[in-house]
């Protein structure tokens, strides 16, 4: 591509062949680094364990007032990549969830999460929060933006020391 100088910038944050870092890179110091297009595949051989390649996906973790809890993972939607992150900080009392389109700037706008508290003894009882995905941002700006909910609020729907909840990912029809 021939651009004038003036808009290099703008390009740079929104070209896919750009390098990319492997979006655990902050959390665990995974080193790769690669186009767009092979971030899936870097995923699948070296992070399986922390992705689920599907627009839902259902976590049971640990919940308790006095402890923080941080977990990091990733969805792969239609060769979309969403970086998902749920945290719970005891200074503030409350519970976050961020989700990251990882790819060209600009481009987390055109989809929505679904976060969803799910009640384990009673199916039909939830609390769902929507918002639209965010673009990605490094590890410690991801909160800024993103589904809060106060920590009493999330304890409504624990069960045996764990809260329940879902993310689902979907594209925004225009």
Not at 36 to 63: D, M, P, Q
């Amino acid at each position: 591509i021939i651009l004038p100088v003036s808009d290099i910038n703008k390009h740079e944050l929104e070209c896919k062949v750009k390098p990319y870092n492997c979006p655990f890179m902050e959390v665990s110091r995974c080193p790769w680094e690669g186009t767009y297009s092979s971030i899936v595949t870097h995923l699948r051989n070296t992070h399986a364990e922390k992705c689920k390649f599907s627009n839902y996906k259902k976590v049971s973790a640990g919940f308790a007032y006095e402890s923080f809890f941080s977990d990091l993972y990733c969805m792969v939607v239609n060769n979309n990549i969403f970086r998902v992150c749920h945290k719970r900080d005891i200074g503030n009392q409350n519970t976050y969830w961020a989700v990251q389109y990882v790819g060209p700037k600009g481009e987390g706008k055109n989809f929505k999460c679904e976060i969803g508290l799910v009640d384990v003894r009673n199916e039909n009882k939830k609390l769902i929060r929507m918002d639209v995905c965010q673009d990605l941002t490094n590890y410690d700006n991801m909160f800024n933006q993103c589904t809060m909910l106060p920590s009493n609020v999330v304890s409504w729907f624990t069960h045996n020391g764990e809260v329940t909840y879902y993310c689902r990912i979907s594209k925004i029809n225009n």
